[in-house]
């Protein structure tokens, strides 16, 4: 088959760690037989410098005429000061998300067998979560008001709303998922306070009984937080709206040692699904072959399984990736002190040798 990957290698460390992922899907593709074709697609802080937006015109059409997009990292110092929105590069992420229609995002929290020691939690029966984030709704993108009044003085309001039909497409999602995995999903909301919580409990419960075979669980916010520090293996599948999930999904990803090993994936129903590593552009080691390009690389492995059906593709790459961590090989991130450390350039180098 042959497969078109838009790549968006963005600012920092994005280029380098996207850089590494490619040569490792090629190594894919010739073991599997399979062809992959890359667009690169500006955007940005490189896209403020060149064009002068971060978000230039017709970044979304060059997306959507390819099979899935591989996102590096973009922002940084250089940008991040600009008043005007056309020229911050958190804008061109907020609107590739809205334009790709990418209302689901997956966050696989899974601590790797080799660096389980360096988990701080207990985890006897380890730590293997995805929280599904609803991506599109909710507080972020509701009515954002100031004002001022006599009595109050000056006031601010931002609005969370959420449909039925918003609810119903994630819960959808997140049950599919778990039918794929261990069969468990926590549902965690604010039911005791928040309507769009009630709202979001009942969706999942009518859903619930459809799959009945999936073990459902109402989870609040504020225990989940604790209990993802308690025991995080208790997780399997973890929904939630937009805000909840931005702080979780964070949360989530510190009990597994680096945020230089977690990929995500970001996917809508007709638009090729978006796929980059959960840190940002790292401009403190930016261009010094120091960053570790594993996140991405498995992002790529969500990739195969996601948007392209490739389940033995992507773990192919899992296992490469495990296999060259219980050797002992480490980029500086997760190495600890008096360990020797290899860089970004030979860290792919080594992953590619498993395959
Ligand atoms: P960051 O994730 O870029 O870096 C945080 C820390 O983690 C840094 O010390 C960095 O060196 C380290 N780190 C990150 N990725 C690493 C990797 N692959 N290997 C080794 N170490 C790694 O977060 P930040 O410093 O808060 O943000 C820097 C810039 O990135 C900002 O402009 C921010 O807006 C942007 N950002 C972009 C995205 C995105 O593109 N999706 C996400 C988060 C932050």
């Not at 997009?69 to 907020?94: C, F, I, M, Q, Y």
């Not at 380890?126 to 008001?145: A, S």
């Not at 504020?222 to 520090?229: E, F, G």
């Not at 293996?233 to 510190?254: K, P, R």
Request: charged share 30%; hydrophobic share 40%; net charge negative.
């Amino acid at each position: 088959m042959n497969y078109k990957i838009a790549l968006i290698k963005g600012d920092g460390i994005g280029p380098e760690v996207v850089g590494e992922a490619v040569k490792v899907m090629d190594a894919i593709g010739e073991r599997f037989g399979h062809t992959f074709e890359y667009t690169d697609v500006l955007m940005g802080g490189c896209a403020v410098d060149a064009v002068g937006k971060s978000y230039p015109d017709g970044t979304a059409e060059k997306c959507k005429a390819c099979d899935a997009v591989l996102l590096g990292a973009v922002g940084g110092p250089k940008w991040g000061h600009s008043t005007n929105p056309d020229r911050r590069p958190e804008t061109a992420l907020l609107s590739i998300r809205k334009d790709l229609e990418l209302y689901a995002n997956l966050r696989p929290a899974a601590l790797r067998p080799a660096l389980a020691e360096s988990c701080p939690l207990k985890n006897d029966e380890g730590i293997d979560l995805i929280i599904v984030r609803e991506l599109t709704g909710g507080i972020y993108f509701g009515k954002r008001e100031r004002y001022t009044t006599e009595d109050r003085g000056e006031e601010a309001a931002d609005r969370m709303a959420y449909s039925e039909k918003e609810i119903e497409r994630i819960g959808r999602r997140a049950f599919e998922l778990a039918r794929l995995r261990r069969k468990k999903l926590a549902s965690v909301d604010k039911a005791n306070v928040l309507e769009t919580s009630r709202l979001w409990r009942q969706v999942m419960h009518r859903l619930a009984e459809e799959y009945s075979d999936v073990q459902y669980e109402d989870v609040l916010v504020d225990n989940a937080a604790m209990q993802l520090v308690r025991d995080p293996g208790q997780f399997d599948v973890v929904v939630t709206e937009n805000m909840f999930g931005d702080i979780l999904s964070d949360e989530a990803s510190m009990i597994t040692g680096s945020i230089g090993l977690l990929p995500s994936a970001s996917i809508g129903d007709a638009s090729p699904g978006l796929y980059e590593p959960i840190h940002g552009s790292a401009p403190d080691i930016a261009g010094q072959d120091k960053a570790n390009p594993i996140a991405t690389i498995l992002s790529v492995a969500m990739m195969f399984r996601y948007s392209f059906d490739l389940p033995a593709e992507a773990e192919a790459v899992e296992r490469a990736v495990d296999a060259v961590l219980n050797e002992g090989w480490r980029t500086a991130d997760i190495a600890k002190s008096g360990e020797t450390s290899v860089g970004t350039v030979k860290m792919g180098e080594l992953i590619r040798g498993k395959l």
